[in-house]
Structure formats: structure tokens, C-alpha cells
């Protein structure tokens, strides 16, 4: 059974910055091409970014980029989301996911994306 959790929210000001992490257990394909999604209250899921584990090759979101840094440590299982230059905009509930297959494609749509973990607050006051 695969089991995602996250940890690292929280509230800082604008400009300042946050480390998430998530914790992946299971089946060893579960960490294979894992990523982040946020939303914020009355919006749509957005992707924020994805990591391939075997190749490290990492994908974003335009919002994001150059600001927002994912990563792995092989050793923990662990991705890590760290978040810099924070704005207001980026308030949301972030939440890590698995696509759960053994090909270890990266993508940006939430559909490819089999399993979920229960997110975590990020608030970011101007």
C-alpha cells in the first residue's frame, strides 16, 4: 500500500521561504515519478512540479519556476518541494503525488496521478 506524507507547512511572509517534504512508503514504483500539486480555495489544482527518481529529471509549473526547487533524498524516500521568494499567490493547501506505475514518466496533469497524500498549508501573507 502506498502512502504519501507530507510535512513542512506553514505561514511566513512574502519573500521568505518554506521546505516541504514527503514521505513515500510502499512498493518501490510508488517513488518512480513523483510531483506537487496546490490548490487555494476557489481555484483549480494546479501543478507545481515533478521529479523522475532514477533520472532526477524535474518538471515545473510556470508560476513556479525559478523560485521553487524539487528534489529527493534517495536514502529517506523523500521528496522535497523548497519553496523561495514566496508571494501571497502561492497560498494553498500543498499536496504530494505518486503516479504508482513502474514506467516513471513525469507529467502535469493531476489525472496521471494515481495516489495522494493529505496535503499541507502553505500561507504566505503580504
Known amino acids: 500500500q502506498v502512502q504519501l506524507v507530507e510535512s513542512g507547512g506553514g505561514s511566513v511572509q512574502a519573500g521568505g521561504s518554506l521546505r516541504l517534504s514527503c514521505a513515500c512508503s510502499?512498493?518501490?514504483?510508488?517513488?518512480?515519478?513523483m510531483g506537487w500539486f496546490r490548490q487555494a480555495p476557489g481555484k483549480e489544482r494546479e501543478f507545481v512540479a515533478a521529479?523522475?527518481?532514477?533520472?532526477?529529471?524535474?518538471y515545473y509549473g510556470n508560476s513556479v519556476k525559478g523560485r521553487f526547487t524539487i528534489s529527493k533524498a534517495n536514502a529517506m524516500n523523500t521528496v522535497i518541494l523548497q519553496l523561495n521568494s514566496l508571494k501571497a499567490e502561492d497560498t494553498a493547501v500543498y499536496s504530494c503525488?505518486?503516479?504508482?506505475?513502474?514506467?516513471?514518466?513525469?507529467?502535469?496533469?493531476?489525472?496521471?496521478?494515481?495516489?495522494w497524500g493529505q496535503g499541507t498549508q502553505v500561507t504566505v501573507s503580504s
Open positions: 510502499g512498493p518501490s514504483f510508488a517513488k518512480y515519478a
Open positions: 521529479i523522475a527518481w532514477s533520472s532526477g529529471m524535474t
Open positions: 503525488t505518486s503516479v504508482g506505475d513502474t514506467a516513471g514518466r513525469i507529467t502535469s496533469l493531476a489525472l496521471n496521478y494515481r495516489y
